[in-house]
């Protein structure tokens, strides 16, 4: 069966770096768009980032020019380098998939998403 599963999350500081990590299996993830969601506690689940099957990208304006969304797919896998992290981008962070090979306008719905990770907590504290 299709499975999604993050790791590399942690605690940063403010000002720090870290990179998530998604490794796919039970389909084959190269033909897909894949995304990165974060949701702090309390708040809905809000779209971070998306790469195409073809590369193309999509961010959330909060985390432009500070996150970078991009996969492997001999390793059948979708990164999210972040740097300069914020208070504000604390959370869990889970990888998904709305099995379409785009992003498009609106790749951060979650009414799209097939399939969801069990996600990655990121903590910031200084």
């Known amino acids: 069966q299709v499975q999604l599963v993050e790791s590399g999350g942690g605690l940063v500081q403010p000002g720090g770096s870290l990179r998530l990590s998604c490794e796919a299996s039970?389909?084959?993830?190269?033909?897909?768009?894949l995304m990165w969601f974060r949701q702090a506690p309390g708040s809905e689940r809000v779209g971070v980032s998306c790469i195409s099957s073809t590369l193309g990208t999509g961010y959330a304006w909060s985390v432009k020019d500070r996150f970078t969304i991009s996969r492997d797919n001999q390793q059948k896998s979708v990164y999210l380098q972040m740097t300069s992290v914020k208070f504000e981008d604390a959370g869990d962070y889970y990888c998904?998939?709305?099995?379409?090979?785009?992003?498009?306008?609106?790749?951060?719905?979650?009414?799209?998403?097939?399939?969801w990770g069990e996600g990655t907590l990121v903590a910031v504290s200084s």
């Open positions: 998904s998939t709305a099995m379409k090979s785009f992003c498009g306008d609106t790749w951060a719905a979650q009414a799209t998403i097939t399939y």
């Open positions: 039970g389909f084959t993830p190269d033909y897909y768009a």
